[in-house]
T-cell receptor, first 111, second 114 residues
Framework: KQEVTQIPAALSVPEGENLVLNCSFTDSAIYNLQWFRQDPGKGLTSLLLIQSSQREQTSGRLNASLDKSSGRSTLYIAASQPGDSATYLCAVTGANSKLTFGKGITLSVRP | DAGITQSPRHKVTETGTPVTLRCHQTENHRYMYWYRQDPGHGLRLIHYSYGVKDTDKGEVSDGYSVSRSKTEDFLLTLESATSSQTSVYFC?????????????FGDGTRLSIL
């Protein structure tokens, strides 16, 4: 059974810092990996999707990498801002087409 | 936002009562999903649909049923609600099952069962 782990559960950083959020998964037979953002009381917003054949994807200040063989992904956020404060979830799509989610990392960016 | 509307957004009800949550989409996507989100568990798949009248179970389907009579609507029913079903419920849509387009999520329904 696929398991997705995100550690730590919470992170607090000062504004302007570059930061890395980690995600690990146990079964490397994935179709893709996605990073989502969730604001309090809201649904999930897709940030980046990396296909299994890709190594990274970039969108603005966000860069996500995927190392399928080692079961790891990182989300890099450059020059963090208070508006980046949210919960970030990692999810992998297995060959059965189902998404398995991590529990998320709650990020707080202090002004 | 992708055109997904969940209703109601909040509901409080009593143990043993039936509850139906609705998900409505305007994207004409084939796949629709119901998840629940609980502290310490993350999001878990309850049921999903791959077309009108075509549904299947997810990871935590016990105590839940679903129906899809139209492409745009996917209903989740708790036949006899229990306190363990207090949760935040999210609907999601996708054009295909194995798609390299992300699933799009609704804003959720917060359900409290007393």
């Amino acid at each position: 059974k696929q398991e997705v782990t995100q550690i730590p559960a919470a992170l607090s950083v000062p504004e302007g810092e570059n930061l890395v959020l980690n995600c690990s998964f146990t079964d490397s037979a994935i179709y893709n990996l996605q990073w989502f953002r969730q604001d309090p009381g809201k649904g999930l917003t897709s940030l980046l999707l990396i296909q299994s054949s890709q190594r990274e994807q970039t969108s603005g200040r966000l860069n996500a990498s995927l190392d399928k063989s080692s079961g790891r992904s990182t989300l890099y956020i450059a020059a963090s801002q208070p508006g980046d404060s949210a919960t970030y979830l990692c999810a992998v799509t297995g060959a059965n087409s189902k998404l398995t989610f991590g529990k998320g990392i709650t990020l707080s960016v202090r002004p | 936002d992708a055109g997904i509307t969940q209703s109601p957004r909040h509901k409080v009800t009593e143990t043993g009562t039936p509850v139906t949550l609705r998900c409505h989409q305007t994207e004409n996507h084939r796949y629709m999903y119901w998840y629940r989100q609980d502290p310490g568990h993350g999001l878990r798949l309850i049921h999903y649909s791959y077309g009108v009248k075509d549904t299947d179970k997810g990871e935590v389907s016990d105590g839940y049923s679903v129906s899809r009579s139209k492409t745009e609507d996917f209903l989740l029913t708790l036949e006899s609600a229990t306190s363990s079903q207090t949760s935040v419920y999210f609907c999601a849509i996708s054009p295909e099952s194995l798609s390299n387009q992300p699933q799009h999520f609704g804003d959720g329904t917060r359900l409290s069962i007393l």
